[in-house]
């Protein structure tokens, strides 16, 4: 995993990121739709007391766009 280009570590990024929302909802007994997700990661990308990567900025941010369209 040390040699991912960008777009790939972008990518894997991006894979977690859903996938732990997921889960976190289906632990919660929500269906996870698409805009559901898209508003959760929306949601946690507005709170800035929270440190995150660029790379999982980033990756959240392009989830969102892919989902909700926005």
């Known amino acids: 995993m040390g040699n991912l280009s960008k777009d790939d570590a972008l990518y894997?990024?991006?894979c977690?990121?859903?996938?732990k929302v997921v889960?976190?909802?289906r632990d919660l007994g929500?269906?996870?739709k698409h805009i559901v997700i898209a508003g959760v990661?929306?949601?946690s990308l507005a709170n800035q007391n929270i440190k995150?990567?660029?790379v999982t900025r980033e990756a959240m941010e392009r989830v969102i766009i892919a989902?909700?369209?926005q």
Do not use: K, N, S, Y
């Open 12 to 14: 894997q990024e991006m």
């Open 41 to 43: 990661l929306r949601t």
């Open 52 to 54: 995150r990567t660029d």
């Open 23 to 25: 889960l976190e909802m």
């Open 16 to 19: 977690r990121v859903v996938g």
């Open 30 to 32: 929500q269906e996870p």
């Open 67 to 69: 989902l909700a369209g």
